[in-house]
């Protein structure tokens, strides 16, 4: 149970992903006045960001997987859990720093404008699951949960899937809550609620991840040097 809890926590913190949910707002701004238009395409976006996910979860639990020891012996040396401390103070510190409220606004309409336009909805979707993901400390977590698991290549497999089902969620929620939605005034209402809870919920996150990382740096590196001494 504990385990699934962990990977369960680990997708939840990957699923806040403001830059997805300003595309979704921008692509429902660009079908205002066009009923119908909004939800398919959001929906193709965001199963396109489900795509990449479940396709980067599958590379890397593969090569976690096969490099057990090497990824086993990283907790065994000194320096990597020094560089380890050093990521989760830079992530403790971007958890801290208040968010630039202006950029994230402006963001909306040139992602949809222009990149949606040029490599399509779903592809893009792809492409930010894959960048999102890859760049989460949550989700290589998760995966390394995944990879040292004693269990059946189909149960990992399951759980790779329930990882991404979990990591989508918030999108959906919005995408539902904006297909519901009419008036502008309401839409920009909703959408600006939920990226201010999303702003909340990714510091904290972002936090508690930092602290987590120099915990378990902190903890790993007293333990070497009582063994190296």
């Not at 539902?176 to 009419?182: G, P």
């Not at 309401?186 to 990382?213: D, M, P, Q, S, W």
Request: glycine share 10%; with cysteine.
């Amino acid at each position: 149970m504990q385990y699934y809890l962990s990977l369960l926590g680990f997708a939840a913190i990957d699923s806040i992903n403001l830059l997805a949910f300003a595309v979704i707002a921008g692509l429902w701004l660009a079908a205002v006045g066009r009923p119908g238009a909004f939800a398919p395409k959001a929906a193709r976006f965001t199963g396109g960001a489900f795509c990449g996910i479940v396709l980067l979860a599958v590379v890397s639990v593969w090569v976690i997987g096969n490099n057990q020891e090497f990824v086993r012996s990283l907790f065994h040396n000194l320096w990597a859990m020094v560089a380890l401390g050093v990521i989760g103070l830079v992530i403790t510190v971007m958890g801290l720093r208040a968010p630039a409220e202006s950029k994230e606004e402006s963001v909306e309409a040139p992602i949809t404008e222009n990149v949606l336009q040029r490599f399509g909805i779903m592809a893009t979707g792809i492409a930010l699951g894959v960048i999102q993901s890859g760049t989460s400390a949550p989700f290589a977590a998760g995966m390394v949960l995944i990879s040292f698991s004693e269990t059946h290549w189909w149960v990992k497999l399951l759980q790779i899937f329930f990882f991404a089902v979990v990591a989508i969620l918030p999108s959906v929620a919005l995408i539902t809550t904006l297909s519901r939605v009419n008036a502008v005034s309401a839409a920009t209402a909703k959408i600006n609620v939920f990226l201010a809870y999303g702003r909340v919920a990714g510091r904290v996150l972002t936090l508690v991840v930092g602290v987590a990382l120099v915990g378990l740096a902190a903890v790993r590196i007293v333990q070497l040097s009582g063994v190296l001494s």
